[in-house]
Nanobody, 126 residues
Framework: VQLQASGGGVVQAGESLTLSCAVS????????AGWFRQAPGKEREAVSC??????????YYLTSAEGRFAISRDDARNMIYLHMNNLEPTDTAIYYC??????????????????WGRGTLVTVSS
């Protein structure tokens, strides 16, 4: 199983970025998926998660990401996306994508452990 995140870069506050995660080696529709981030000196946190396909779709968003970020998935292409708008300097971090067959995703929390990508760096300047 491989996950490859891409799309990170250096942007100014208020700009947008879309992160992509290419997944191989699994049937994506069976997996919950999510984006996590880790800023320097801080613990990793869940940014946004989406439940496996075939069930009622459940999404989770970090409070600070609600209304600015949107997660989506394309199971036919084995892709996960994170659309980020109105970026803020506090969004600066390495962003990781992850999948899990037994992901626990609620509107209030997200737990994903199985497979992780290497991450892509997002830097937001003020």
């Amino acid at each position: 199983v491989q996950l490859q995140a891409s799309g990170g870069g250096v942007v100014q506050a208020g700009e947008s970025l879309t992160l992509s995660c290419a997944v191989s080696g699994i049937t994506m529709s069976h997996y919950g998926a999510g984006w996590f981030r880790q800023a320097p000196g801080k613990e990793r946190e869940a940014v946004s998660c989406i439940s496996a396909s075939g069930t009622r779709t459940t999404t989770y968003y970090l409070t600070s990401a609600e209304g600015r970020f949107a997660i989506s998935r394309d199971d036919a292409r084995n892709m996960i996306y994170l659309h980020m708008n109105n970026l803020e300097p506090t969004d600066t971090a390495i962003y990781y994508c992850a999948v899990d067959t037994i992901a626990v995703i609620r509107s209030t929390m997200c737990s994903i452990d199985d497979y992780w990508g290497r991450g892509t760096l997002v830097t937001v300047s003020s």
